[in-house]
């Protein structure tokens, strides 16, 4: 007969929802330094194309820190 876990998960799976969080808010932090960057090389240069892509890079960070989260449809 087939034991039953009592609600522990693998160590593995464990290891991988961290890996994804450090790398989820790395690629954030990277997104709101790079708008920022951009953004301040535009306003110096007066180049109005770097505005735009820290426009582009500033929704990449906010849609990434607060994600659209569908909800399940009952069957």
């Given at each position: 007969?087939?034991?039953?876990?009592?609600?522990?998960?693998p160590?593995?799976?464990?290891k991988?929802?961290?890996?994804k969080?450090v790398?989820?808010?790395?690629?954030?932090f990277?997104?709101l330094?790079?708008?920022?960057s951009?953004?301040?090389?535009?306003?110096?240069?007066?180049?109005?194309?770097?505005?735009l892509?820290?426009?582009?890079?500033e929704?990449?960070f906010?849609f990434g820190?607060?994600p659209?989260?569908?909800r399940?449809q009952?069957r």
């Open positions: 007969m087939r034991q039953q876990h009592r609600g522990l998960k160590v593995a799976t464990n991988e929802q961290i890996m969080s790398f989820r808010y790395l690629l954030i990277a997104l330094v790079g708008a920022l951009a953004y301040s090389y535009g306003s110096q240069t007066g180049v109005f194309l770097f505005v892509m820290g426009f582009v890079l929704a990449g906010w820190l607060f659209i989260k569908r399940n009952p």
